[in-house]
């Protein structure tokens, strides 16, 4: 696999909560980093759902506690080649019971990067979620309509 500008790599894709904001302390809670979240997993579930009908499905959100960060995962038991087809991993063409692991045919796959395109497609967009439904909590907790 060519790694290169046009190659992302592994990496985790988390939305800041606000640099020197205290998130708790404006009243909006998780609210505001789940919506944000939701444009990258939203876009994430429409780029695999080109070439899978597993992965989409597979795509979740999930909030910290305190709603200061948030975790856009895919895979898992309901898609287990999400992470294959993510970063490119090699995999099995076929296994076989009477072979060990090391014996069988393994094959790099094309990388088919949804998650990361996704949160570097869609990066502005979730700021500006996230920002309107922080200063909208916090106009509501502070008397303003």
Do not use: C
């Amino acid at each position: 696999m060519t790694k290169g500008p046009d190659m992302p790599g592994p990496r985790s894709h988390r939305l800041p909560a606000g640099q020197g904001i205290s998130v708790g302390r404006l009243g909006a809670g998780g609210k505001p980093m789940r919506d944000a979240a939701n444009v990258i997993a939203a876009s994430a579930r429409a780029r695999s759902g080109a070439w899978s009908r597993r992965v989409p499905l597979s795509v979740k959100v999930s909030v910290s506690a305190d709603g200061k960060s948030a975790t856009i995962t895919a895979g898992g038991a309901e898609a287990p080649q999400a992470a294959t087809f993510e970063l490119g991993l090699s995999h099995p063409v076929y296994g076989r019971p009477t072979m060990t692991r090391k014996e069988w045919t393994w094959v790099k796959q094309i990388a088919r990067p949804f998650l990361s395109a996704a949160a570097e497609a869609q990066a502005t967009k979730a700021a500006d979620v996230w920002g309107n439904g922080v200063i909208t909590g916090w106009a509501r907790n502070n008397g303003f309509r």
